[in-house]
């Protein structure tokens, strides 16, 4: 059984983008620019977008946060939105979710301009992604095709078996897998709370993606020996040994998994910090798409 | 074993559009408008084109068909499409492909306005309707889901197993039967030319949607009993004791598998004659959609 270090490769692309960033600085380029915008107080959302923040200054881009109250209107988020969307400074900026419950998140998500929704969530990228065309793909299932991408597994004639069908992970690695692309042409099937017999499918998945949200939910009767485990969730539970009263556990139960697995992600340490490298990846991308306009 | 006729309830569906399109008449409101751009003379392309504006004539639309020569340049077919997408009184067009080949589609569709994008082919329809958001959703998955709903055909639960991934068909009809929506909650699985031990996946299948055009490929053995057949593969086959010289062939070996199916599509007569019925459907759509603006 191998480890997928996902720390360890999100700091290589890290390295890769800051080696880029000094060769922009080198030839008197400006260096890409990301903004963020939270609403609210929310603690865990500001726990990522500081982390978002940290890591732009780690590869040298600029950043610019924007913090806004909760009580904000629907309206006044749009001007906001807009002031980004015509602000030639910055390359790209991502709106944090969860917004409060008065504002409408397809609505922001609509006034976003695609060519600087470096998340990939506007309906104009994620078309494009499911029509094979360029585009800024959606963080988390980009660190996951990068993750395979860099240990090398096999996915062309694999069965690939996605749990869950969210739009920012679920749906969009069940596409890409299934494309004719690096890392793609598997046989891809997509299971989720409706679907009876579940074992039966994860069984005979060569590569099981889970982005279900239910700590150590995957046992090792669930799926076959040389199974490689993408495991997405990422849950807080209680945990009272712990000095933060919590531990995170993924989808899987990693003790009973792993001996079975040819490849597995751990949780924390796999999937997660390829989120915030992808999403540095997809800003720079912006900025030299920009250059090319 | 049922046939599931898809020329009877596609007659239905122009029938309910006609009497949309009376109503509307006799309330003295405009009636929708379909245009459809034909470039060159290709023959296949000339029939579809063809029997796209006589359907509008019968549930009493508006059609114009705009005709250009194979010789027109990228730009030039450009500015015929923007006048399209801002002539007021034309609610949907369509580019019948394919286009010559010094013409670049994916060019041709980014400049089709997204409101007026009947086919659904345009990223942003593709997107929303990936995101489960109000779009036009492309005409053969659209009349595929119209004839589950209108046979009462379970879908939750149920695994479907879709052939082909293409963009107009295999894509998105396994999307939408995926989703948590009418005919949705499908557990899917897509399979292709790099799958693997096809028949694992098709004899599991208790619905197929066949999108590969290969002539009679699904045979008996393939499928397990009870299955639900939608074959959407249509080919002409040579045939010289029919006067045209050709017959019409679906994807599945019609006379071995309709013994094992509860329900199957002819071809032809099944998937087929519901795709105009939808274009249909999505520009009547349309044009509500403009009143509402």
Known sequence: ??????????????????????????????????????????????????????????VGFDSTLIRLPSTITESSLIEEIDKLNNNKLID??????????HIDEEKILMAIKPEKDVDGFHPTNFGKMALNMDTFIPATPFGIIELLKRYNIETSGKHTVVIGR?????????????????????????????????????KSADILVSALGIPEFVKASMVKNDVVIIDVGITRVEDSSNEKGYILKGDVDFESVKNRASYITPVPGGVGPMTIAMLLKNTLLSKSLSKDK
Chains 1, 2 share one sequence.
């Open 166 to 202: 969210s739009h920012i992970v679920g749906r969009p690695i069940s596409i890409l897998m299934n494309s004719k692309r690096e890392a793609g042409d598997s046989t891809v099937t997509v299971v989720h709370s409706r679907t009876k017999n579940l074992e039966f499918y994860t």
């Open 1 to 58: 059984m191998k480890i997928i270090d996902g720390k360890k490769i999100s700091n290589q692309i890290k390295d890769e983008i800051k080696k880029e960033v000094d060769s922009l600085i080198a030839s008197n380029q400006k260096v890409p620019h990301l903004a963020a915008v939270l609403v609210g107080e929310d603690g865990a959302s500001l726990t990522y977008v500081g982390s978002k923040v940290r890591s732009c200054k780690q």
């Open 92 to 101: 790209g900026f991502i709106v944090q979710l969860p917004l409060p419950k």
